[in-house]
């Protein structure tokens, strides 16, 4: 997978000198290196703790007893999400219902209530009511096939698998999701590993200079190591080097954020739907 395309054009209405630009994008590459990797540990937190939401949800409203998912520092992140995703798939056969004609119906009137391009939580919700007084009485627990209704329409592991599967060819979904905190100066002495001195007519010195100066070497299992071994391919200016990993770390940010975003809505609309459920049951 090549590194996202980025604009190679020169700012000129700001008055900031290509020179000025030169000093100043070493300092951008490096925080937008380690914005992306927080960026990325963050949202496998969100992952699974939106997971988890549902999970305490099912549990506590249709007797399921899913477990709790930690998320394992030690696993990658395409484990993480894969692990997610069956636990999401599991949650989704155990409260499907068995009258597929009934979870039809409710699923196209559910569809037709909040087709619109945008959809408020209060609509949704007001949707999601409204079936419930018009089942209640023909479909028993109406609460199970309203929740299946719900996790099936977004199909969300559908949804995480094809931004998984976009990423297929990129190493950024291997890295360890505990190694997304390294301390940028364990990710130089990694480039600087990588590095090779100058061929300008100082060398020698430059040379001398740089293996006095050049740290112990890491351990070579770290992913984070193995994932710069892989995408720069040659590439031995530190510079250049944080810059080609961290468009391959935002670039992975970029595709896995908006299936994230998508569940946490998702989260609260469920949560807010069976909550006015449980109000409507208390009032009978």
């Known amino acids: 997978m090549n590194p996202p395309a980025y604009d190679k054009g020169t700012i000129t209405e700001s008055g900031t000198t290509p020179g000025m630009l ?6 951008s ?3 937008r290196l380690i914005t992306a990797c927080q960026n990325l540990h963050d949202l496998v937190y969100f992952y699974i703790s939106s997971t988890n939401s549902i999970a305490r949800l099912l549990n506590a409203h249709l007797g399921t007893s899913f477990p709790i998912m930690p998320v394992k520092e030690n696993f990658s992140i395409k484990d993480n999400l894969q692990l997610m995703i ?3 798939k599991k949650m989704e056969s155990t409260v499907d219902t068995k ?3 009934v979870q039809e119906s409710i699923s196209c009137s559910l569809c037709t209530k909040t087709a619109a391009p945008i959809t408020s939580l209060q609509d949704k919700i007001t949707a999601v009511k409204e079936l419930y007084e018009n089942y209640k009485d023909s479909v028993e627990k109406i609460m199970d096939v309203l929740v299946a209704v719900m996790l099936k329409e977004e199909n969300f592991p559908e949804r995480i698998e094809s931004a998984i599967h976009q990423l297929l060819s990129s190493p950024a979904l291997s890295l360890q999701v505990s190694e997304l905190l390294l301390d940028y100066a364990d990710i130089v002495k990694m ?3 990588n590095e090779t001195p100058g061929t300008t007519e100082d060398s020698t010195s ?6 006095q100066l050049r740290p112990p070497c890491l351990p070579s299992s770290f992913s984070f190591l193995v994932f710069l071994r892989t995408i720069l391919q040659g590439q ?3 510079k250049t080097s944080l810059k080609i990993a961290a468009d391959y770390l935002e670039e992975a940010f970029r595709v896995l954020k908006p299936p994230c975003e998508g569940f946490q809505t998702f989260v609260k609309v469920v949560e807010a739907c069976v909550s006015a459920i449980r ?3 208390k009032e009978t």
């Open 22 to 27: 030169a000093c100043l994008s070493f300092k």
């Open 236 to 238: 031995r200016s530190i």
């Open 279 to 281: 109000d409507k049951q």
């Open 191 to 193: 480039l600087q590993q």
């Open 86 to 88: 069956s636990a999401l």
């Open 206 to 211: 430059s040379r001398r200079t740089s293996q």
């Open 99 to 101: 009258d597929k004609d």
């Open 29 to 31: 590459d490096k925080d």
